[in-house]
C-alpha cells in the first residue's frame, strides 16, 4: 500500500479540498400544483408524477 514519504503542506491540503464543493439541488416544476420539486421524483405536495396520481402526499421531516 502507498504511504506519502513527506508531509502535505497546508496550502497543497486546502488548495486540493477547494474543488469539493456540495452541488445544489436541481428542482423543477411540477406541472399540475407548479411546486418546486426534484426532477424523477413524485411531487411532495400533491403526489403526481408523469400525469398519474400516487399514493397520499406524505412529507417526511427529512425532505426539506
Do not use: F, I
Not at 428542482?27 to 400516487?54: E, N
Request: hydrophobic letters at 30%; proline letters at 9%.
Amino acid at each position: 500500500m502507498a504511504v506519502p514519504k513527506r508531509k502535505m503542506s497546508r496550502s497543497n491540503t486546502r488548495s486540493r479540498r477547494a474543488n469539493w464543493k456540495a452541488a445544489p439541488v436541481a428542482l423543477t416544476t411540477c406541472p399540475a400544483c407548479k411546486s418546486p420539486t426534484q426532477p424523477h421524483m413524485a411531487c411532495p405536495t400533491c403526489g403526481t408524477y408523469k400525469d398519474r396520481q400516487y399514493a397520499v402526499a406524505e412529507r417526511t421531516e427529512h425532505q426539506a
